[in-house]
């Protein structure tokens, strides 16, 4: 037997993926109910060889519901997770209302999947900020060994994150560069993303940080180790998919470069790929629909005592998003439901 799954918010970038890697992974459904807003009510998703016609969110009834993934942003999350979680169907929720509600377990799979036992309390589970989750998924089995002292990370964020319109605003503001007449201003970003990076991503607060930095740094320290600093320069890059970060690691211990590779390319979710050669590294365009995150130029920091420094790349849609709280679902079907 399997498990009646709802995916809130279906007709988005990140539902579309929920809906895609549900099918690929094959998890255990006995049906799926597509959800959306009323603007989209009766547009038509995909699920694997299957059509679905969405249905309105605002007038779901949740009984009888095992699983609800919500993509449908933190407004929307407060009205129906609560709603939902009453009924009886545990809430994966992608968006960031509930990451640091101490009653509400954040989870990455790979780094912390005994904590989805703490779900209960609210029936509800969260799913980390993109560049947090591939982050967390390298930076956890290097802590295991040696202890993390100081992160310090750059992000290079594609304008997927942003979503649809932010998508639609690179590729418009690209083809006007080409054709006099047609250029298009800033609309989703503060300023013009095309042949452009933005060192701000999501709003500003008081000490200069962005809320996107805090959420690093709060989200890291919830899943991996509260004892951890990070400090973290969060950048919008004119990239369509696909987030990259440099990530500086300061340990406790010595690690040797070689040790660290062996350490990651033992580790569940992550694909090394370092050749110090031309062409040796992973980019965006290459991790586009991959389920894995990808670490390169793994080498040792030699301004600090024990420091390495690394390339960290996933599709932010997949692992930053839909692939990650699919995985939470395997892990609540394995491990409390046991319907599957």
Not at 257 to 274: H, K, Q, S
Request: glycine residues 8%; hydrophobic residues 40%; contains cysteine.
């Amino acid at each position: 037997m399997g498990y009646k799954v709802v995916v809130a918010g279906a007709t988005g970038n990140v539902g579309r993926e929920m809906l895609n890697i549900l099918a690929e992974r094959q998890f255990p459904v006995d049906e799926v109910a597509a959800l959306a807003s009323r603007r989209s009510l009766g547009t038509e998703v995909s699920f694997g060889d299957k059509t679905l016609t969405t249905q309105d969110l605002d007038t779901f009834d949740f009984t009888g519901w095992d699983i609800a993934l919500f993509a449908v942003g933190s407004d929307a999350t407060k009205t129906y997770a609560p709603k939902a979680a009453k009924a009886g169907c545990v809430v994966i929720d992608n968006s960031s209302l509930y990451r640091y509600d101490p009653d509400v377990p954040l989870i990455v799979p790979e780094v912390n999947a005994d904590a989805i036992e703490g779900y209960a309390k609210k029936n509800i589970i969260a799913n980390p900020n993109c560049s947090t989750a591939q982050m967390v998924v390298a930076l956890k089995p290097l802590h295991d060994r040696a202890k993390i002292k100081r992160v310090v990370v750059s992000t290079y964020q594609s304008v997927s994150g942003s979503g649809k319109e932010a998508i639609d605003e690179l590729w418009n503001q690209t083809k006007g560069m080409y054709v006099p007449g047609q250029e298009v201003d800033p609309s989703v970003y503060t300023k013009q993303i095309a042949f452009n990076v933005i060192p701000h991503i999501d709003v500003f607060l008081d000490d200069g940080s962005t809320k996107e930095e805090w959420k690093m740094v709060a989200e890291t320290k919830k899943i991996v180790d509260p004892s951890i600093k990070v400090t973290a320069t969060c950048v919008r890059v004119p990239v369509f998919v696909g987030h990259s970060e440099s990530i500086n690691i300061e340990f406790e211990d010595f690690l040797d470069e070689d040790e660290a590779r062996d350490i990651l390319r033992e580790a569940p979710g992550i694909m090394v790929v370092d050749k110090r050669e031309d062409g040796g590294y992973v980019t965006p365009v290459e991790c586009v629909g991959d389920f894995a995150t990808f670490i390169s130029r793994i080498r040792q920091d030699s301004t600090i005592e024990n420091g390495l420094n690394l390339w960290c790349v996933s599709d932010n849609l997949r692992k930053g998003a839909a692939l990650n709280a699919v995985q939470i679902a395997e892990v609540l079907g394995q491990r409390v439901l046991k319907k599957g």
